[in-house]
């Protein structure tokens, strides 16, 4: 890996490179996503049906595009015994987790004549998204689903593309452990279209989560505005801040853990220990010769991997925080006080013993995070992702009276008097009914 000391403008250089990689500069898929969508928008099943021929190669009628309960209990008949006993507790993990994050409606009548509150009400029909086309992806089905289920959603459609005509049996027994209404066997920028705007077949959802490939995410942003979406997600990344104390080994495995999963991932080291730096380099070749994936983490690491020397933590979590990553370990002497200096995240690991597939698979907190940057103002996919909230206001009638005249100058400033009328002719019609008594 290269090793660069972090100063001046090489960290300036070193930034713009790990942040180029979002999905906005991938202008040219914009075109041939937007035709996709405009025409399942406007055509339904027929367009829907075509793409799933075309792309996936799987030809079937519209009643063929859902799995049935037969191929259901068939995929879990499938599936490893062992493997379910591990989604099961995964599932009681992260819905534990998330059972924290439930907000409850409420209500404030501490002024006389006046109630203010907050109702807090969970979506009707959310489609999760769940890439499938060459890998199975579990972790993602049970992220993207309890926490809907915990929220209340009423209904969840999961989508995914099909391999040989099947989605993966292991992705299938995991949305029925989880809680999957219904399981739909398409994917790609039609899949997103289907779900935004639905189809004869295909049920119209209110929100949009899951990740997915760039016209996946391209679609995404596409629909946005008429459906609810999580986020736009980007490349995987992860940074790393380790001093002296940390084992290189865990360092490696831990950044490559990342860069494995596609050639634009990125897998930062921040250091204060040059010895370190170097280990770590060689532990990490040492470990691309014996895994399965090494042609895709060799083009992530030499695209967008490298090792950064800090002159000390401080400066190193102050980078950490403009990289802004969707993974953060903080492999320290005391990472709960560098911790303290984070302010830019997505998720965050402690000490050695907290790597990032504990998070991926079954710690509990969502492994759905920013990216790209977008840590410094988006969050991890969370219930409050599958509710609205709707403000409750309530006066009575001498309570706007007490405020009439306020409110009244408020709206004649801004030039709109129709407002103030409104306010006015509540009492003004009120002298009039007693003039005439």
Request: aromatic share 6%; with cysteine; proline share 4%.
């Amino acid at each position: 890996m290269k090793i660069v000391n972090l100063s001046g403008k090489t960290g300036d250089a070193v930034l713009s490179s790990l942040l180029n990689r979002d999905l906005s500069s991938y202008s040219s898929y914009r075109e041939p996503v937007e035709k996709i969508v405009q025409n399942v928008r406007e055509n339904g099943d027929r367009a829907l049906l075509s793409y799933t021929a075309e792309f996936d190669r799987f030809k079937c009628t519209s009643k063929g595009l859902e799995v049935t309960e037969k191929e259901i209990r068939s995929a879990i008949r499938e599936t490893d015994p062992a493997l379910l006993s591990v989604m099961k507790k995964a599932i009681e993990n992260i819905r534990a987790y998330h059972e924290k994050q439930k907000r409850n409606s409420w209500f404030d009548a501490e002024k006389e004549g006046i109630i203010l509150g907050q109702k807090v009400t969970p979506l009707e029909r959310v489609g999760v998204y769940v890439p499938g086309g060459k890998a199975a992806y579990p972790s993602t089905v049970l992220m993207n689903i309890v926490p809907a289920k915990v929220a209340g959603v009423k209904e969840i459609i999961m989508v995914s593309p099909v391999r040989d005509g099947k989605i993966n049996p292991v992705t299938v027994a995991a949305a029925h452990l989880a809680g999957a209404d219904r399981i739909f066997r398409i994917g790609g920028a039609q899949a997103v279209a289907a779900l935004a705007y639905g189809t004869k077949t295909i049920p119209k959802v209110d929100k949009i989560v899951g990740p997915g490939n760039v016209y996946v995410a391209m679609a995404k942003k596409c629909v946005y505005g008429y459906t609810g979406i999580d986020s736009i997600a980007g490349p995987s990344e992860i940074t790393i801040i380790a001093d002296h104390t940390a084992d290189p080994s865990f360092v490696a495995a831990d950044l490559l853990s990342q860069a494995e999963h596609d050639e634009m991932a990125s897998a930062v080291l921040i250091t204060t220990s040059r010895i370190l730096a170097g280990r770590v380099s060689k532990e990490v070749d040492l470990f691309l010769k014996k895994l399965s994936r090494k042609d895709i983490i060799k083009k992530s690491l030499d695209n967008n991997g490298m090792i950064l020397i800090a002159k000390d933590l401080p400066q190193a979590a102050d980078f950490a925080n403009r990289i802004a990553s969707e993974h953060l370990e903080l492999i320290t002497e005391n990472p709960f006080e560098l911790m303290s200096r984070i302010r830019n995240a997505g998720a965050i690991f402690l000490g050695p013993y907290s790597s990032e597939p504990l998070g991926d698979y079954f710690a509990g907190p969502d492994h759905v995070l920013p990216t790209s940057g977008t840590a410094r103002f988006f969050s991890p996919l969370s219930v409050d992702d599958f509710i609205k909230k709707s403000s409750v206001i309530y006066y009575s009638e001498d309570a706007l009276k007490r405020v009439s005249a306020d409110i009244r100058k408020f709206a004649k400033a801004e030039g709109l008097t129709a407002h103030a009328n409104s306010i006015a002719v509540r009492f003004n019609g009120k002298k009039k009914q007693r003039k005439e008594k």
